[in-house]
T-cell receptor
Framework: NAGVTQTPKFRVLKTGQSMTLLCAQDMNHEYMYWYRQDPGMGLRLIHYSVGEGTTAKGEVPDGYNVSRLKKQNFLLGLESAAPSQTSVYFC?????????????FGDGTRLSIL | LAKTTQPISMDSYEGQEVNITCSHNNIATNDYITWYQQFPSQGPRFIIQGYKTKVTNEVASLFIPADRKSSTLSLPRVSLSDTAVYYCLVGDSMIYNQGGKLIFGQGTELSVKP
């Protein structure tokens, strides 16, 4: 049982390039989330999804797009990467959005934008 | 949305009991209190969750006073492997309608020394 799997684990991009980060979960969870973690900032929510075909903005959505075409997958896209998007990106999933449902996290994607 | 306040860092020695207190003065009736642990280069991992009084599992105990304005995570007999960042979160049960904002603060960096 893999839980939450993120690919790739590391990536270096040049400013202006685009890329997609993939998150896959095998727990049949409805909710999925994308966070970014920067030094001294904790985790900040970028976008989230409450089910297949739905997405919503989180705290810091600018510069990112997401899609949830399949229940088990949640994709995070950077259309035109900027150095400010250098960060560690974490995907998470939960059974529901209720406060008593813990989130399960992947091990992150470390992204550097030069 | 309830904001949480935790100490930035704590030091301890192997074999000691560690108590990390989190303040959440504006906690709402439907909010649960959840603690996560994060090791370097890994995603956060769920430790324990509670609503009121005391909760205990194989890893930790969570103490919540009657007014629920604070909570204390207790780690019995810590070892070097407990060195990590610990996050306290207050989860709104209607996360969807609240914009998906589970707020991760900066967490408490626990350092366990031999």
């Amino acid at each position: 049982n893999a839980g939450v799997t993120q690919t790739p684990k590391f990536r270096v991009l040049k400013t202006g390039q685009s890329m997609t980060l993939l998150c896959a979960q095998d727990m049949n969870h409805e909710y999925m989330y994308w966070y970014r973690q920067d030094p001294g900032m904790g985790l900040r929510l970028i976008h989230y999804s409450v089910g297949e075909g739905t997405t919503a903005k989180g705290e810091v959505p600018d510069g990112y797009n997401v899609s949830r075409l399949k229940k088990q997958n949640f994709l995070l896209g950077l259309e035109s990467a900027a150095p400010s998007q250098t960060s560690v990106y974490f995907c998470a999933s939960s059974y529901s959005g209720r406060g008593n449902q813990p989130q399960h996290f992947g091990d992150g994607t470390r992204l550097s934008i030069l | 949305l309830a904001k949480t306040t935790q100490p930035i860092s704590m030091d301890s020695y192997e074999g000691q009991e560690v108590n990390i207190t989190c303040s959440h003065n504006n906690i709402a009736t439907n909010d649960y209190i959840t603690w996560y642990q994060q090791f370097p280069s890994q995603g956060p991992r769920f430790i324990i969750q509670g609503y009121k009084t005391k909760v205990t599992n194989e890893v930790a105990s969570l103490f919540i006073p009657a007014d629920r304005k604070s909570s204390t995570l207790s780690l019995p007999r810590v070892s070097l492997s407990d060195t990590a960042v610990y996050y306290c979160l207050v989860g709104d049960s209607m996360i969807y309608n609240q914009g998906g904002k589970l707020i991760f603060g900066q967490g408490t960096e626990l350092s366990v020394k031999p």
